[in-house]
């Protein structure tokens, strides 16, 4: 092969092989290594690493695939939103057919039944059941008894139907109420009996589902209660259970009286407090206008229940209650009468003989006198019996704040706020004060305060755009194509690049070994300079060209692509070239 060469040098001709390298080149038009015999440089890189470094550069490169699928999907997923709570209460074939003719996508949740669909169709969706969703009514009524029955039915069969429907017309009108969203009634109606002792009071218990964010009131829960004894006889309002949907007991029975108690002295002070709060209302707007004062009432309500009996005494004050006289006299009888005609008579019957002296005269009888008075007086007595009303107003606080007055400048005809005189004010404290029934000794408190208002009630406008729905799904996209260019630029191209590189330094390494093996390769690429200059350096030199033209054009060549050059070696090797 030397022989070959010498002459060509000396004639200024590229070789033979270099000639035939250099056409190939030029007919492919650079260098591609396409031949199915060439070496990938990724894998050469792959394969000079060591079997742990293999594996974790395999497991590396489906952990970060596996990672850019989720996070596509994740910026592909779609918002559901709640469309059905529960499908059992409705028709699920009819409403599941409704959401596919309008091509609706849905989900169904099995454990809990709820029907969801894309925020972005719910309103659709809501606007195609509406029809089927009004109609549907699932508790049976009274009309149970129209349907036909057969010639065996039992009195059993009968009252279970009766019973039933009885339950459902009852469920039916608490159902209407505003607060309740459905209802359910349980009837316990115990068969008559003429035996006294036999004689059961009938049940109910009734179930309420309550809209969310709304509460029974108390008044409500007692109405129906009501409602239902009033519809069943001889039932007493004491068997009638309320339960809610969270398993609260709304029925009195059960709970605490003290909780009872307190619910209702709560109330009373609300409606004492709104009551108080109207008089100050209906006073002050015709004055002020209606969106010119603010007015809040504080009550201060005593509920101590006070039962008073009081016994009074007064000793300065006596008083004669009863007298009782008696007079009794004792008086000696005078000796004899006058003497006289008179007194000589003659004795008249027979009577007890008389005392008489030593002389033989009578003794005069005395005559007793007795007095004797009896005097009972009482001492002043009062006895009073005190029973305080409960729910008393112990204080009362009024607190009143008024705005400013509006008024326009004569010199700059622009609207101002003026605020209230002293005198103003005070009259208007003095109009708060009758309208509440103001108690110094009670020790009331009114104040009324002048202040400038703020704007009125601001209107809401547009959320802002970060707030929007559609916000959020342009940045999930953005992350999502961020993520993906760094995990494809920061972690993938390094790594391949790397393995590529590791080929290259491999396949120049064997191609310089072969050159060395050819003899006289060091002479022909010794020089490491490649000079191409002007726009001839894109074109390969033909026959013609010089030596040292062709010689850095095979550089350039070698440099571009090793691969092939050394497939070309290899070529003119087995040739024999």
């Given at each position: 092969m030397a022989e070959e060469t010498l002459p060509a040098e000396s004639s200024g001709e590229i070789p033979a092989p270099q000639e035939d390298a250099l056409q190939e080149q030029n007919i492919d038009n650079l260098p591609q290594g396409s031949d199915a015999s060439?070496?990938?440089?990724?894998?050469?890189?792959?394969?000079?690493?060591?079997?742990?470094?293999?594996?974790?550069?395999?497991?590396?490169?489906?952990?970060?695939l596996a990672l850019g699928i989720g996070v596509i999907i994740w910026s592909q997923e779609v918002t559901y939103r709640p469309l059905i709570s529960n499908l059992e209460d409705y028709n699920a074939k009819e409403i599941l057919q409704t959401l596919d003719e309008k091509g609706i996508d849905y989900r169904i949740n099995p454990t809990t039944g709820i029907v969801t669909v894309p925020?972005?169709?719910?309103?659709?969706?809501?606007?195609?059941?509406?029809?089927?969703?009004?109609?549907?009514?699932?508790?049976?009524?009274?009309?149970?008894?129209?349907?036909?029955?057969?010639?065996?039915?039992?009195?059993?069969?009968?009252?279970?139907?009766y019973r039933r429907g009885l339950e459902g017309e009852l469920a039916r009108t608490i159902a209407s109420l505003?607060?309740?969203?459905?209802?359910?009634?349980?009837?316990?109606?115990?068969?008559?009996?003429?035996?006294?002792?036999?004689?059961?009071?009938?049940?109910?218990?009734?179930?309420?589902?309550?809209?969310?964010?709304?509460?029974?009131?108390?008044?409500?829960?007692?109405?129906?209660?009501?409602?239902?004894?009033?519809?069943?006889?001889?039932l007493p309002v004491e068997n009638v259970t309320l339960v809610d949907q969270k398993g609260n007991l709304l029925s009195k029975e059960g709970q605490d009286e003290e909780d009872l108690l307190a619910t209702k002295q709560f109330d009373y002070t609300r409606k004492v407090e709104n009551s108080l709060h109207q008089r100050v209302?209906?006073?002050?707007?015709?004055?002020?206008?209606?969106?010119?004062?603010?007015?809040?009432?504080?009550?201060?309500?005593?509920?101590?229940?006070?039962?008073?009996?009081?016994?009074?005494?007064?000793?300065?004050?006596?008083?004669?209650?009863?007298?009782?006289?008696?007079?009794?006299?004792?008086?000696?009888k005078p000796e004899g009468g006058i003497p006289g005609a008179l007194s000589n008579q003659p004795p008249g019957a027979a009577e007890v003989p008389e005392e008489v002296d030593e002389n033989g005269n009578p003794v005069a009888q005395p005559i007793e006198r007795k007095s004797e008075a009896t005097r009972n007086y009482e001492v002043d007595r009062t006895l009073s019996h005190t029973q305080h009303q409960v729910g008393r107003l112990r204080r009362l606080t009024v607190s009143v704040a008024v705005n400013d007055r509006e008024k326009v400048n004569p010199e700059t005809g622009v609207v101002e706020s003026v605020p209230w005189t002293e005198a103003e004010?005070?009259?208007?404290?003095?109009?708060?004060?009758?309208?509440?029934?103001?108690?110094?000794?009670?020790?009331?408190?009114?104040?009324?305060?002048?202040?400038?208002?703020?704007?009125g009630a601001v209107e809401l406008g547009e959320p802002d755009f970060w707030k929007q729905p559609w916000f959020w799904e342009i940045v999930k996209q953005v992350?999502?194509?961020?993520?993906?260019?760094?995990?494809?630029?920061?972690?993938?191209?390094?790594?391949?690049?790397?393995?590529?590189?590791?080929?290259?330094?491999?396949?120049?390494?064997?191609?310089?070994?072969?050159l060395d093996e050819l003899g006289d390769g060091d002479d022909l690429f010794g020089d490491d300079k490649v000079t191409l200059a002007g726009a001839d350096e894109?074109?390969?030199?033909?026959?013609?060209?010089?030596?040292?033209r062709q010689l850095d054009a095979l550089k350039g060549l070698i440099a571009e692509d090793p691969a092939r050059v050394a497939q070309s070696f290899k070529k003119w090797v087995n040739d024999g070239k």
């Amino acid at each position: 092969m030397a022989e070959e060469t010498l002459p060509a040098e000396s004639s200024g001709e590229i070789p033979a092989p270099q000639e035939d390298a250099l056409q190939e080149q030029n007919i492919d038009n650079l260098p591609q290594g396409s031949d199915a015999s060439d070496i990938n440089p990724i894998m050469m890189g792959f394969n000079k690493l060591t079997i742990v470094r293999q594996v974790a550069l395999l497991i590396g490169f489906a952990g970060i695939l596996a990672l850019g699928i989720g996070v596509i999907i994740w910026s592909q997923e779609v918002t559901y939103r709640p469309l059905i709570s529960n499908l059992e209460d409705y028709n699920a074939k009819e409403i599941l057919q409704t959401l596919d003719e309008k091509g609706i996508d849905y989900r169904i949740n099995p454990t809990t039944g709820i029907v969801t669909v894309p925020e972005a169709e719910i309103h659709d969706a809501r606007l195609a059941l509406a029809p089927i969703v009004a109609e549907i009514d699932t508790t049976v009524g009274l009309e149970l008894l129209d349907q036909e029955q057969g010639l065996g039915t039992s009195q059993f069969i009968e009252s279970a139907r009766y019973r039933r429907g009885l339950e459902g017309e009852l469920a039916r009108t608490i159902a209407s109420l505003q607060s309740v969203r459905n209802a359910r009634v349980h009837l316990a109606l115990p068969k008559q009996s003429v035996f006294v002792r036999d004689d059961r009071e009938p049940r109910a218990s009734v179930f309420l589902e309550i809209y969310g964010g709304k509460g029974l009131k108390r008044e409500q829960a007692e109405a129906i209660i009501n409602l239902i004894a009033s519809s069943i006889p001889e039932l007493p309002v004491e068997n009638v259970t309320l339960v809610d949907q969270k398993g609260n007991l709304l029925s009195k029975e059960g709970q605490d009286e003290e909780d009872l108690l307190a619910t209702k002295q709560f109330d009373y002070t609300r409606k004492v407090e709104n009551s108080l709060h109207q008089r100050v209302q209906r006073i002050l707007e015709p004055v002020l206008g209606s969106d010119n004062f603010q007015a809040e009432v504080s009550a201060d309500v005593d509920f101590t229940m006070v039962e008073q009996t009081q016994e009074l005494f007064n000793p300065d004050l006596i008083a004669l209650r009863s007298e009782q006289t008696l007079n009794q006299e004792k008086v000696e009888k005078p000796e004899g009468g006058i003497p006289g005609a008179l007194s000589n008579q003659p004795p008249g019957a027979a009577e007890v003989p008389e005392e008489v002296d030593e002389n033989g005269n009578p003794v005069a009888q005395p005559i007793e006198r007795k007095s004797e008075a009896t005097r009972n007086y009482e001492v002043d007595r009062t006895l009073s019996h005190t029973q305080h009303q409960v729910g008393r107003l112990r204080r009362l606080t009024v607190s009143v704040a008024v705005n400013d007055r509006e008024k326009v400048n004569p010199e700059t005809g622009v609207v101002e706020s003026v605020p209230w005189t002293e005198a103003e004010l005070k009259r208007l404290e003095l109009l708060v004060k009758d309208s509440v029934g103001f108690n110094a000794a009670r020790g009331d408190s009114v104040s009324v305060v002048n202040s400038l208002f703020l704007g009125g009630a601001v209107e809401l406008g547009e959320p802002d755009f970060w707030k929007q729905p559609w916000f959020w799904e342009i940045v999930k996209q953005v992350l999502a194509g961020l993520f993906l260019l760094i995990l494809i630029f920061g972690v993938i191209r390094p790594i391949v690049k790397n393995l590529i590189d590791r080929g290259k330094m491999d396949e120049v390494a064997e191609i310089e070994g072969e050159l060395d093996e050819l003899g006289d390769g060091d002479d022909l690429f010794g020089d490491d300079k490649v000079t191409l200059a002007g726009a001839d350096e894109f074109l390969l030199p033909g026959a013609s060209e010089g030596f040292e033209r062709q010689l850095d054009a095979l550089k350039g060549l070698i440099a571009e692509d090793p691969a092939r050059v050394a497939q070309s070696f290899k070529k003119w090797v087995n040739d024999g070239k």
